[in-house]
């Protein structure tokens, strides 16, 4: 989130699209109602009318994987209508730039497609820069060249006939919908978007944020109290490990993550820090080497010296262009390439897409460690269905963990809240906390390296391992580690000059004072100033809020420097006066900024000698309206998912995302319009289900609750199979089946699409076959295994399935 | 007696969290019982000794024909005069003098259930099929009388459930009826005059559940 969960109470107009908060976010509908009762309106749109869905002020549906058309009208609308913040967009985003003359969009693809690579040169949709390195800007934004003018051009063909055909979605609707989110475009409206897997669990994902993005700063949402673009993370602390690298392509941080071409550390900050020609523009990742460096230190201490390049050569290296996520690990263990695997704190035989291939992938490993709370069907897969244990050769080990009240630590939630918990109790038996296993784990490995050596033993018996107190893994050690240390006696000042003294030892007040010397370790530097000389920050508890926003400074500590919300500068107008006075959440008084922690020191724009533009982590200082670091268009376009109802994609000849990857095994079975599988599927979530179940499934209470795996469907499609509500069925995809019982119900809806109807189902993907017995299986059997091109989330949110009555059901 | 407590059951705010149904049985300590899906997200099917609140969920098309959906988390009204103690010839069933609450005794295993439930309109006690002790809702009397709210009120993340006064109850509920009123001109306050558990609907209250209303 740039905002935070509290912070929704602020809002005018919410918008909730690509998730089902009142289900799986519960705890967000608090602040939801009370912006409500502060006369704000709840619009939610999604293919199912749902708990959330009952609680709006306007509901409107559409066809799953539709969203960028429903958005691309919208944006059109504001533009057509000009609803849209004038002052806002000309001065804290791209639309006046000029776009380079390579730049070209010819029916549904962008300029500089190879469909050989299936992939774009980006370096044709570039900004046009001046002779110093200067974006060239039109701010009149007349320019048919300018981000403004492009972006016009684009969605001008989003017509609401256009994209009802796409969406399914009542023309009358979308009218409304776009009416009610684009007041927000008032200088003192704000409206806010609640999104979850519903728009990252496609091939057009990132995509789907991008259009609403572009809306949010169409309508001067970012920086505002009750705006941001704000996703709710499906796991308590998934923000947390993000923020940690838990992902491949990054180190702590977001720090990129090592290349082979990038062989020496100059080589690799270099590659990885921004340049920019402007003085205005505060170019926050400039700092880039502080931070690696840093990181360096945090993770090899005294060996890590100016020297050996603070033993960069150490880092793990991808190839260029190596893609190490979930689908394509999954696919190379499938085909061998992969022999352990420690499945930890998750239920991929449940949670992964295609999970009959996830399932087959286990199969071919030497051994599996499966570390969690309760046996899963990913530790037990090999007497799963289907499996023949005489024939499995996969070693299982199960460690078993403490569960998150049994251990002391941080969780950091999707408000970038990180708040200390304490211990309440023992974990039971030999149940261990996470860190204590990682711990001990790495004390062996380490020992056999020193004893038996290795073939690459300088990062192991490098590592800096000190993180236990009486050989106990200690969560404080490492939280301190975290924040990072001075490492010699320095001198630094503060921002008006002053000179601070800190001590070899000294905690790092604030990333500021990080060093690219090696005079300073940060294990991850946006958390620096969470664990400081003041103590724990994550672990405060003050109720304080004077500004009556919500912010609660004293409460926990968020990333960055505590800064509640993100780009709080461009809140206020180019005098650094809020443009909102009833909600100003940060305010120049003429020497300083007062209210949340401002985005840097520097004065507002208008000081043409000290201002600084507010978007200070974009080299240019603004927004991107128009965004050329994607890899599938610097605007979002609408294209079909991989398995859809249409023969064509109505928007252009392009049919599905032109950049994304296709797995072509025997295992990868997809089918597009295809009369076999007629229907359109997603999944979701249930309350009482947490993500596979594995923590939910041996509870009886939610057991009671929500017992057994179904699929939602219309009273239409029903009819047309002859199936009675709580009907045994069959799900069908090319992937895969499973057995449920069949939710007839008003609340799906069938779709127009121009001539065409299409009908949609959907099913939950927390159940599985080891409890309760019969639950039923996951709906991940169905889903596809193909990713968005930028992120590879798996497409899991839009499918096709064939529904039929099950033998002997009723 | 009219003061004591009351809790308001605003529909209007209800998500169907269903934390209500699964604190009532923690706090309780019910057992979670053996059910089937049988084609809606409410289950258990019935209130039972092992379950005092169910989130009943009911759907349909309005006029326009796009779907509603509603949700009422039942459980006993305790009622300023309760129909159920019509039955009870000794202290089977007792009202707290203080909060109001209505209170079945090991003693209603005496009691015939049958009747008993007759004189309840809301279709609320159940027995025990061991013990024939009658079973619902405590108003979580032994948390009302120890400084706490009940465990439904607790878990309610929207403040759809409310515990208070009787007096500030029935006030609030007055107010928040004149408020959705502006939007929903069929809101209202189920029975308030009669019953502690008092329910705000935005429609006909039978649109909820069949026994949404005594009327």
Known sequence: MTNHWIDLKNSDVILIMGSNAAANHPISMK?????????????????????????ADFYAPLRSGTDIAFL?????????????????????????????????FTDGLFAGYDPKKRSYDKTLWALKKDAKGMPEKDMTLQNPRCVFQLLKKHYSRYTPEKVSEITGTPIPDLIKVYEMYSETAAKDKVGTIMYAMGWTQHTVGVQNIRAMSIIQLLCGNMGMAGGGVNAMRGESNVQGSTDQALLFHILPGYLGAPAASLATFTKYNEARTPKTADPMSANWWQNFPKYSTSLLKA????????????????????????????????????????????????????SGANANKVRKALAKLDWLVNVNIFDNETGSFWKGPGMNPKEIKTEVFMLPCACSVEKEGSISNSGR????????????????????????????IRELYKKDGGKFPAPILNLKWDYATDHVFDAHKVAKQINGYFLKDITLKDPTGKDLPFKKGDLVPSFAFLQADGSTSCGNWIYCGSYTGK??????????????????????????????????????????QPWDPKRPIVKWDGKAWVGDVPDGPWPPPADKEKGKHPFIMKPDGVASIYGPGLNDGPFPEHYEPLECPVPQNAMSKQFINPTIKIFAGEMDKHFTCDPRFP???????????????????????????????????????????????GDLVKVTSPRGEVDCVAMVTTRFRPFKLGNLVVHQVGMPWCFGWITPKDGGESSNLLTPNVGDPNTMIPESKAFMVNVTKAKGGA | MAEGKSILVDTSRCTACRGCQIACKQWHGLAGTHTKQAGSYENPSDLSDQTYKIVRFSEGKNGDGKPYWYFFSESCRHCLSPGCMAVAEKDEIVVDEKTGAVLYTPATKDLDFKETLKGCPYNIPRQNPTTKVLAKCTMCFDRITNGMIPACVKSCPTGAIQFGERDAILAAAKKRVEELKKTFPKASALDADEVRVIYIVTDDPKKYWKYASAK
């Not at chain 1, 890590?304 to 150490?314: D, I, L």
């Not at chain 1, 109790?425 to 062996?444: F, N, Q, S």
């Not at chain 1, 724990?536 to 508890?541: C, E, G, I």
């Not at chain 1, 309350?687 to 009273?715: K, N, Y």
Request: hydrophobic fraction near 35%.
């Open chain 1, 417 to 444: 809240w990180a708040q200390w918990r304490y211990k309440a109790a023992d974990p039971p038996g030999d149940a261990k906390p996470d860190g204590d296993i990682m711990y001990e784990l790495m004390e062996k």
């Open chain 1, 31 to 55: 602040w939801v109602m009370k912006a409500k009762d502060n006369g704000g309106k709840l619009i939610c749109v999604d293919p199912r009318y749902t708990q959330t869905a009952a609680r």
């Open chain 1, 679 to 725: 229907f359109v599927c997603t999944t979701y979530r249930v309350t009482e289900h947490w993500q596979t179940g594995i923590m939910t499934r041996w509870q009886s209470w939610l057991v009671e609750a929500q017992p057994q795996v179904f699929v939602e469907m219309s009273e239409e499609l029903a009819q047309m199979r002859g199936i009675k509500n």
């Open chain 1, 299 to 350: 993770f090899f201490g005294d060996n890590a010296t100016p020297e050996n390049e603070f033993g960069y050569g150490w880092l793990p290296k991808l190839d260029d262009g190596q893609n190490c996520s979930w689908l394509n690990l999954f696919d190379a263990m499938y085909n061998g390439k992969i022999k352990g695997f420690f499945a930890w704190g998750q239920n991929p035989a449940c």
């Open chain 1, 535 to 576: 103590g724990n920050m994550m672990a405060r508890r003050s109720k304080n809020d004077p500004t009556g926003l919500g912010l609660f400074a004293e409460w926990s500590w968020c990333w960055p420097v505590n800064r509640r919300i993100l780009y709080n500068r461009a809140s206020t107008d180019l005098n650094g």
């Open chain 1, 72 to 104: 691309g009208g919208m944006i059109n609308y504001m533009l057509q209508k000009d609803k849209y913040f004038k002052e806002y967009v000309l001065n804290y985003t791209n639309a006046p730039f000029i776009v380079g003359d390579k730049y070209d």
